[in-house]
Structures are given as C-alpha cells and as structure tokens.
C-alpha cells in the first residue's frame, strides 16, 4: 500500500513540476524583447522624397504581422507608393490607409501557407514619402500591431518612434 502512496504522490509531483515549466514557459516566451522601430528622417527638405524604414528586432519567427502606424502633420505618402519588403521575407506585403484625415495606415505581412520571415530580421519594410511645406521636427508613430509566430501564438512588441527633423535654413549670420 505504501508503494502505490508513494507512487501516486511521485506521479503528482512530476504533473505539477511540467505545469510549472509550462506556465514559466509561456511568461518567459510572451514577455520576449521583440522591438519594433521607425527609422530617423534627417534633414528633411519640403519638396524632397524619402524612404521610411521599418525595423523589427524579433526573437522567434513570424508568420503573419500588421504595423498601423501614423504620419506626422507635412510627411505624406508619395501617391501609389507601396511599401518595399526586406528580400528575405517571402510572405506577401500590402498597405491600406486606416483614416486618411489622421493618416493612420496599416501594412500586413501573411501568407496563405505557412511561410516565415527569421528572427533578426533588421529591415522591415521601406514606404516612400514626401515632406510639403507644413513639415516639422516631429515622430512617425507606431500606433499597433499585431505578429502571429509559427504556432499562431501573438507576440508582444514594444514600440520605438522614428524622429522626423527638418534642414534648418539658418546659415551662420
């Protein structure tokens, strides 16, 4: 009788020993250091086109991601520009404006199969855009996102806005 007591209490212990490593699994996995970024825009000239840069520091493999970001007052996308994904990432890009007023856009990267892109990827995506006269020292804003890695888990991801800074016309005198 004691040897089946012992047995049963072994078999317990090692049941909440794996539900313990699991749940620690899934913490440690969610609170992953996945950074998205904007790039700088230096030296912005009214009238002049730029390549945005979008930049992902993701631990783990993803399959499917949407960025909505938005564009500071005198930045514009150049119009039919559509973004340019990095040569590494195989899945599919497109872009949609989420409210032209606030110019809040969105690009998702999926696949109807189950492509990813690796960890470390650097280079997201570049969107071509255009500075009018109205444009200031401001930030391209990361509004939200959402990445799915292979096993369909959402990852979380901190944000890190891109600074936008004008060509200062002072000339010294």
């Known amino acids: 009788m004691k040897h089946i007591i012992n047995n049963i209490a072994k078999q317990t212990a090692n049941r909440?020993?794996?539900l313990l490593m699991f749940v620690l699994g899934i913490t440690s996995y969610a609170s992953a250091g996945n950074v998205l970024s904007v790039g700088d825009l230096t030296n912005v000239v009214a009238g002049q086109e730029y390549d945005l840069q979008?930049?992902?520091?993701?631990?783990?493999?993803?399959r499917i991601m949407t960025v909505d970001f938005k564009l500071?007052?005198?930045?514009?996308?150049v119009s039919g520009a559509q973004p340019v994904k990095n040569t590494s990432i195989s899945q599919s890009i497109t872009m949609s404006t989420l409210d032209s007023s606030s110019k809040q856009y969105?690009?998702?990267?999926?696949?109807?199969?189950?492509?990813?892109?690796?960890?470390q990827i650097g280079k997201l995506f570049t969107i071509k855009v255009k500075a009018n006269t109205s444009v200031r020292n401001s930030t391209v804003s990361i509004v939200n996102s959402d990445v799915t890695?292979?096993?369909?888990?959402?990852l979380a991801v901190t944000y890190t806005?891109?600074?936008?800074?004008?060509?200062?016309?002072?000339?010294?005198t």
């Open 16 to 18: 909440i020993a794996m």
């Open 54 to 62: 979008f930049n992902f520091a993701n631990e783990t493999a993803v």
């Open 72 to 77: 500071p007052e005198g930045l514009d996308i």
């Open 106 to 119: 969105r690009v998702g990267i999926f696949s109807f199969s189950s492509k990813t892109f690796a960890a």
């Open 149 to 154: 890695d292979v096993d369909n888990n959402q």
């Open 161 to 172: 806005e891109g600074k936008v800074t004008i060509k200062s016309s002072f000339n010294g």
